[in-house]
């Protein structure tokens, strides 16, 4: 679980554009409390993983959720499929991304 909330941490950062010095100030944590957290050194408590999740606008769920992401363009995409109709998702959109999915060759 350490390794999944190190390495989902970095990828918020990097997705956000919050650098880990940044990061550390918010949360009025040491300078290279983030650069321990990277090398394995630091683990992250659930005390200060919930003010993390304040900063990047997101519940704990959406941190554990690995398919979720802070790139705007996914977050966009994931809104608008919220307000479409489950059936409309299914019968529809989801054809619609396979099919751009798909390698063209």
Do not use: W
Request: charged fraction near 30%.
């Amino acid at each position: 679980m350490t390794d999944f909330i190190r390495k989902r941490l970095f990828e918020l950062m990097e997705d956000s554009g919050i650098s880990p010095s940044r990061l550390s100030k918010e949360l009025h944590l040491n300078k290279g409390y983030f650069a321990d957290v990277r090398r394995g050194k630091q683990s992250v408590p659930y005390k200060i993983l919930v003010p993390i999740c304040e900063l990047f606008h997101i519940t704990l769920s959406e941190f554990f959720d690995p398919d979720y992401s802070l790139k705007e363009i996914y977050r966009e995409v994931n809104l608008l499929c919220q307000r479409i109709p489950e059936f409309q998702i299914q019968n529809i959109i989801i054809p619609i991304l396979e099919n751009f999915s798909k390698d063209k060759e």
